[in-house]
């Protein structure tokens, strides 16, 4: 008798995400300048797809430790509003400190689960925005409807996931290695993950089945770039918590082995000029 694949357990598959990040906050915050150096400059052309200026009000959906709230709170300015939202309590703390450290008042921050932001008023915010957060959501286009919902007539929603997996190699390689030595199965159908969003066609659609129009999706190239495949095994060891679920059925031996065979892995993209790992993001803008 054939065995049943198993079903993907979305509640389950909440909790598991909510641990690692809770446990995997300090981490996240501590790498931020990486995180900026990374992402910044995709973050401000997803701001300007958003049609992000002074006086927004900004929704921030699965804000993480806050590095790119900051910068909407600072592109928005003393006159705009930023909530940020987040599954991890841990994780919006971090948040709220970084945009008081940097002296904005701005900035609220509200524990919440991305498929429930319609649980806020709705008509009410200018802006949407997710960054690296919808490809993990069970439910996207729940969660996108809803980002509708909390929108002011007119107001835009702009999201950033990563695009398929040939084009990041950094991520990529690292989950491939950890699949094979883990044994693990095939993601399971309606499973959320880093290149769930990667074909723009997928994206696209996901918005205007939303309810989203003036649809515009784009790519744009963001590669890792550190000093070398072990800094790079070293961000991600500390602060990927998927991967870490992923690797939880072997012992620790096993683990710190698989981490080895990564780093030799990443190694094919180091050079004269240090790592650079590739990467690639997918940009998605609608209008209510």
């Known amino acids: 008798m054939t065995q049943a694949t198993p079903k993907f357990d979305p509640a389950r598959f909440k909790q598991t995400t909510h641990a690692q990040w809770q446990e995997a906050a300090e981490a996240w915050h501590r790498w931020g300048p990486l995180l900026e150096r990374w992402l910044g400059a995709a973050t401000q052309t997803m701001f300007d797809m958003g049609g992000m200026t002074e006086g927004s009000r900004v929704l921030d959906v699965a804000?993480?430790?806050?590095?790119?709230?900051?910068?909407?709170?600072?592109?928005?300015?003393?006159?705009?509003?930023?909530?940020?939202?987040?599954?991890?309590?841990?994780?919006?703390?971090?948040?709220?400190?970084s945009a008081k450290q940097a002296g904005f008042d701005n900035v609220e921050i509200r524990e919440l689960d991305g498929e429930r932001v319609a649980e806020l008023p709705a008509d009410s915010f200018d802006v949407v925005i997710s960054r690296v957060g919808l490809i993990y959501f069970p439910n996207q286009l729940a969660a996108v409807r809803g980002m509708h919902s909390v929108l002011k007539p007119g107001g835009r929603l702009s999201v950033m996931s990563y695009s398929t997996a040939d084009k990041n190699g950094f991520f990529s390689l690292p989950v491939s290695i950890i699949r094979d030595r883990a044994k693990l199965p095939p993601p399971q159908p309606g499973q959320p993950g880093p290149f769930s969003l990667g074909d723009p066609a997928v994206l696209e659609k996901l918005l205007v089945d939303a309810g989203f129009r003036d649809v515009e999706v784009r790519t744009v190239e963001a590669p890792v770039r550190v000093e070398s495949a072990a800094e790079c095994v070293r961000f991600e060891r500390e602060s990927f918590g998927a991967l870490h679920q992923m690797l939880s059925s072997l012992g620790e031996a096993e683990r710190d082995e698989v981490w080895r065979d990564i780093e030799e892995a990443l190694q094919q993209f180091e050079g004269s000029g240090g790592f650079v790992g590739p990467c690639e993001l997918v940009l998605g803008a609608g209008t209510k």
Do not use: C, K, W, Y
């Open 63 to 97: 804000a993480g430790a806050g590095e790119q709230t900051v910068a909407a709170a600072r592109r928005v300015g003393p006159a705009g509003h930023v909530l940020a939202t987040d599954l991890s309590s841990n994780i919006l703390g971090f948040a709220l400190e």
